[in-house]
């Protein structure tokens, strides 16, 4: 028991694991799952400890009282990070400028305007591949669409995909348990910060209609933002837009190819896809968001420290059967559907309306040319813990 722990925790809410470890395709669902069903919350001695709630109410109760939690750090595991990323780990006024300013990007208005270029960027990817009869879902099609558009918006060079992927790698989805991972992860932090640096130098001497430019006019507290902020937001604008979407496609296709009743339903009505991603989205909740207590705090009994960080696993919330029915099953026609895998309160998901876009646009092309597939025979597949991704998906269909 240290320090920070309440003496009245009974010791089966006392775990420690590395929550951010390897495991086979699922297991992180179904561990969350079962550690919802003993109790809301529990105590992670891993690392320097931190509390981690696993139901609906708690999670919600958290992230919509920002005053209280803290958005300053939200790794479980590094409470005093030498980072930020903007707007995510903002708090109050601050957060609200760059929110407001952010929010024209990504408007469900400027989405709309994007539909052909996404669209087009989609088919590429598949008419590429769909002619071998086999893939890596991961590689091939799930990491490099989706961070195509995101180049395209950044105003970058698609030539330079593999680095950013890399680098990528190194900052989500490391063990954060490995000796080397911090190393690792700063390191490719500031050798993306590095890459953004050379970009905003250009943009200030020859804009371009991108993001980035126009981050540039952006006023914080009446004046410009400074470089380093700039470059903060650019780290965080690459984390968000090569890695969330890829994700949850990954999901989505893993349960399609392993349900083809449903896979069946969305070839023979496209129009349900829409209705298809809500419940993806809610049932393969990816991330794990946490928040620095402010001020002493009692959440569902659970005593809360001033300085003590409190981790937020999203799928724990969305697979509540307390909030919904059959909350483990995925049901593609679920409606109302209302979910939180976008998280809540003030710091909710910026680029939901581009994300969902993305979606759909994936599967309906998708399913257009290759309706049938399958997950390779004999296939292992594992999936990251940190934020909860599959490392890849071999998929094959008859050609």
């Not at 490995?178 to 910060?193: G, I, L, R, S």
């Not at 006023?219 to 890695?243: K, Q, V, Y």
Request: net charge negative; charged share 25%; with cysteine.
């Amino acid at each position: 028991m240290t320090a920070t722990q309440e003496p009245t925790v009974s010791q089966d809410r006392v775990k420690n694991f590395d929550y951010t470890a390897t495991q086979p395709a699922g297991q992180w669902f179904s561990t969350y799952d079962s550690l919802r069903e003993q109790f809301p919350w529990y105590r992670n001695e891993f690392a320097q400890g931190f509390w981690t709630f696993v139901n609906h109410e708690g999670i919600l109760q958290v992230l919509q009282d920002p005053e209280t939690f803290s958005s300053s750090s939200v790794v479980a595991m590094d409470p005093d990070p030498a980072y930020k990323w903007i707007p995510e780990m903002l708090d109050g006024a601050e957060h609200t400028m760059w929110r407001q300013q952010l929010g024209p990007l990504f408007s469900p208005k400027t989405i709309d305007k994007l539909e052909d270029k996404v669209r087009s960027r989609a088919v590429g990817f598949i008419e590429a591949i769909q002619d071998k009869g086999e893939c890596d879902f991961m590689l091939d099609f799930a990491q490099q669409y989706p961070s195509s558009v995101f180049l395209e918006l950044m105003g970058l060079p698609f030539e330079d995909l593999d680095q950013f992927m890399e680098w990528e790698h190194a900052i989500l989805h490391g063990e954060q348990g490995a000796p080397d991972h911090a190393e690792k992860q700063m390191a490719a932090m500031q050798a993306v910060m590095g890459y953004f640096a050379q970009v905003v130098a250009a943009r200030r001497e020859e804009p371009k209609d991108d993001i980035i430019t126009k981050a540039l006019t952006f006023t914080i507290d009446g004046a410009p933002p400074s470089d380093e902020d700039l470059l903060s937001f650019c780290l965080l604008m690459f984390m968000a837009g090569l890695d969330t979407v890829a994700v949850t496609l990954g999901w989505s296709i893993h349960h399609l190819a392993t349900h083809p009743e449903d896979r069946q339903r969305l070839v023979d009505d496209p129009s349900l896809i829409p209705t298809a991603i809500e419940e993806f989205l809610r049932v393969y909740a990816i991330v794990l968001p946490s928040r620095k207590a402010t001020r002493d705090a009692e959440v569902q009994g659970c005593q809360i420290k001033a300085g003590e960080m409190v981790s937020l696993p999203l799928n724990a919330a969305t697979r509540d059967s307390a909030s919904f029915e059959d909350a483990q099953q995925a049901d593609i026609t679920r409606s109302p559907n209302n979910h939180i895998a976008f998280g809540a309160g003030p710091h909710r998901c910026l680029g939901s309306h581009l994300a969902r876009r993305e979606l759909k646009i994936a599967l309906e092309e998708w399913h257009k040319r290759i309706p049938h597939y399958r997950v390779k025979d004999g296939a292992a597949l594992t999936e990251s813990g940190g934020q909860l991704g599959l490392h890849g998906l071999p998929l094959e269909w008859d050609v």
